[in-house]
Nanobody, 123 residues
Framework: QVQLVESGGGLVQAGGSLRLSCAVS????????VGWFRQAPGKEREFVGT?????????YYADSVKGRFTISRDNAKNMVYLQMNSLKPEDTAVYYC???????????????WGQGTQVTVSS
């Protein structure tokens, strides 16, 4: 069983930065790809980015966040991070981390999910 807990969300002004953390428990963390997704009110959940296992050599991002967001992982701490820079009001959403065995961009490929953390970007 894999459990994920996100933290680090909050309110930030446009142009600011936040770093979200995802604490992952379970023996399979080292072999799990970890993705970040977000869901804004009234919208479907969308892919933000993902990082490969075990060393995070490969990362993929949605076009909307490419160049502004960076995913990293620390296997010694069982942590994955989402560094978000140059935030825009349209980045406002609940952000989720998810773990799975495949490095893919669709939510159905991740069987394990956190509870989400709210990010609000004011204009």
């Amino acid at each position: 069983q894999v459990q994920l807990v996100e933290s680090g969300g909050g309110l930030v002004q446009a142009g600011g930065s936040l770093r979200l953390s995802c604490a992952v428990s379970g023996r399979t963390f080292g072999s799990s790809a970890v993705g970040w997704f977000r869901q804004a009110p009234g919208k479907e959940r969308e892919f933000v980015g993902t990082i490969s296992s075990p060393l995070g050599v490969r990362t993929y991002y949605a076009d909307s966040v490419k160049g502004r967001f960076t995913i990293s992982r620390d296997n010694a701490k069982n942590m994955v991070y989402l560094q978000m820079n140059s935030l825009k009001p349209e980045d406002t959403a609940v952000y989720y981390c998810a773990a799975g065995s495949k490095l893919i961009r669709t939510s159905d490929g991740y069987p394990y999910w956190g509870q989400g953390t709210q990010v609000t970007v004011s204009s």
